[in-house]
C-alpha cells in the first residue's frame, strides 16, 4: 500500500490551502498511476488529509514514479509519499538515489531536521514562495 500526505505546512496554513496542496498531490499521484490504482482512500484526520492507494506494480519502481512526483511537481517538496514493499517503506537510497534534499539549503533533509538548523520563520518562507510560484503558473493556464 502507498500512502500519501502533504508533510510541512506551517501553522499559519489555512486548512482550505493544505486541502487544496493534498489534492494537487493526490491530482499528480492518479495522473502518474494512472489505469494501475486499484484501490484509493482518502481519510480527513485532526493532523491533515491522508490518502491511501494500493498500485498495481512492482514496489520500487512505484517508490521511483512518486520520487519523481515529489521532485518534478511544483509542490512536491511539500509532499511526503510513502511506497511500502512489505512491513517498511522503501527509502530512496534503496532505489540507488541520494536521500530528500532540504528544501532550504539543499543539504540532506534529516540532517537539518535533526539539528534545527532552519527557522519556522525560513520554513514558512520557503514553502509561501513554493505556493506563490504554483499560483502563478496556474494563473497562467
Keep these: 500500500m502507498n500512502s500519501w500526505r502533504v508533510k510541512v505546512c ?26 494501475r490504482v486499484v484501490f484509493e482512500e482518502i481519510k480527513a484526520l485532526s493532523t491533515g488529509n491522508e490518502a491511501y492507494f494500493i498500485v498495481d506494480g512492482g514496489a520500487k519502481g512505484v517508490k521511483a514514479a512518486a520520487c519523481r512526483i515529489e521532485e518534478e511537481h511544483i509542490l512536491g517538496r511539500l ?26 539549503c539543499g543539504g540532506e533533509t534529516l540532517v537539518c531536521r535533526r539539528t534545527s538548523r532552519h527557522t519556522p520563520e525560513e520554513l514558512e518562507e520557503h514553502i509561501s514562495a513554493l505556493i506563490r510560484k504554483w499560483l502563478e503558473r496556474r494563473e497562467d493556464t
Design 10 to 35: 506551517w501553522s499559519s496554513c489555512s486548512n482550505l490551502l493544505r486541502r487544496l496542496i493534498h489534492t494537487q498531490g493526490v491530482s499528480a499521484i492518479r495522473n502518474a498511476f494512472s489505469g
Design 79 to 104: 509532499f511526503d509519499i510513502d511506497v511500502f514493499g512489505g512491513e517498511a517503506p522503501i527509502s530512496r537510497t534503496e532505489l540507488g538515489s541520494a536521500p530528500r534534499r532540504c528544501m532550504v
